[in-house]
């Protein structure tokens, strides 16, 4: 099954199983929210999915704290704003 055009939201995307989803995801050609807490790890896992060749107008991402409504609501707000839909919620 092939992701390309498709918009997927990760959760905990600095690193591990959701960084690697994220990049393979981002790859195969998906439109690609991440989202951590933490800022800085956030922007080191978006600069390797650009690194990788994937264009920033298929990557939008979000610090947020998914464990509160506030959080998700934001993620979610953010990734409709940008990409109008989407279709996969992996959650880490």
């Known amino acids: 099954m092939s992701f390309s055009g498709k918009t997927v939201i990760i959760t905990g995307s600095s ?3 959701g960084r690697s989803a ?7 050609g998906a439109n690609v929210t991440i989202t951590e807490r933490n800022a800085e790890r ?5 600069q390797l999915i650009l690194k990788s060749g994937v264009s920033e107008s298929h990557l ?7 464990t509160t409504s506030g959080g998700q609501d934001l993620l979610v707000k953010s990734t409709l704003h ?9 959650v880490r």
């Open 82 to 90: 940008k990409f109008g839909k989407f279709i996969f919620w992996w």
């Open 42 to 46: 956030l922007e080191e896992t978006r």
């Open 60 to 66: 939008n991402s979000v610090v947020a704290d998914v």
């Open 15 to 17: 690193n591990g199983i």
């Open 22 to 28: 994220a990049l393979l995801f981002a790859q195969d």
